[in-house]
């Protein structure tokens, strides 16, 4: 297995999907994997060490581990298939080892909580890591497993219902305060 680290949390301007781009700790080799905008959050504040009010879901996990008397040993990328990232959390409870299945996504938001070490088998990283230069900027390609969905069409009809609110919008009044006189 090879250590990483979380580089950065990147968004699409295109499309505003989120990436997490993991860096080998001694390479300019990075892994982009594609994660919901709700777990870019989350690795996010982890990162930033913003504490929420209430916990998150992977905080509340972080405590249940803890309770339960056991600590996250590390995670790590196990394999990728179709385009499909799988990970693992190793937990240690009481002198034996558990593994649980999770998204990638997951297992780092619970690492960066829990300052747990990251790695990614050697094959995932040679089949999807890419190398970039100090100067290069990375430009992660859209996720091929699950393709932007064909802009519907607009029919004059279909609109109708907004030309007619924007017709009778007052838009002379709209200084003062929104309200006709």
Same mark, same amino acid.
């Given at each position: 297995?090879?250590?990483?680290?979380?580089?950065?949390?990147?968004?699409?301007?295109?499309?505003?999907?989120?990436?997490? =781009?993991?860096?080998?700790? !001694?390479?300019?080799?990075?892994?982009?994997?594609?994660?919901?905008?709700? +777990?870019?959050?989350?690795?996010?504040?982890?990162?930033?060490? *913003?504490?929420?009010?209430?916990?998150?879901?992977? !905080?509340?996990?972080?405590?249940?581990?803890?309770?339960?008397?056991? *600590?996250?040993?590390?995670?790590? =990328?196990?394999?990728?298939?179709?385009?499909?990232?799988?990970?693992?959390? =190793?937990?240690?409870?009481?002198?034996?080892?558990?593994?649980?299945?999770?998204?990638?996504?997951?297992? =780092?938001?619970?690492?960066?909580?829990? %300052?747990?070490?990251?790695?990614?088998?050697? *094959?995932?990283?040679?089949?999807?890591?890419? *190398?970039? %230069?100090?100067?290069?900027?990375?430009?992660?390609? +859209?996720?091929?497993?699950?393709?932007?969905?064909?802009?519907?069409?607009?029919?004059? %009809?279909?609109?109708?219902?907004?030309?007619?609110?924007?017709?009778?919008?007052?838009?002379?009044?709209?200084?003062?305060?929104?309200?006709?006189?």
């Amino acid at each position: 297995m090879i250590r990483v680290v979380v580089d950065s949390i990147r968004v699409s301007l295109l499309t505003q999907h989120r990436v997490v =781009v993991l860096r080998e700790t !001694d390479s300019t080799r990075y892994l982009p994997i594609w994660i919901g905008p709700f +777990e870019a959050e989350a690795i996010a504040m982890a990162i930033q060490g *913003h504490e929420p009010q209430r916990p998150m879901t992977h !905080d509340l996990l972080k405590s249940m581990i803890g309770d339960l008397g056991g *600590h996250i040993s590390h995670i790590f =990328v196990s394999d990728i298939q179709d385009s499909t990232f799988f990970a693992r959390i =190793v937990i240690e409870q009481q002198g034996r080892t558990i593994e649980v299945d999770a998204r990638p996504s997951d297992a =780092v938001a619970l690492a960066v909580r829990t %300052e747990a070490p990251i790695y990614v088998e050697a *094959h995932v990283l040679d089949q999807a890591g890419v *190398h970039f %230069e100090d100067d290069e900027q990375i430009a992660p390609q +859209e996720p091929t497993a699950h393709p932007a969905e064909p802009e519907p069409e607009v029919s004059d %009809e279909s609109m109708s219902i907004f030309r007619d609110f924007i017709n009778t919008l007052d838009l002379d009044n709209s200084g003062k305060g929104g309200e006709k006189p």
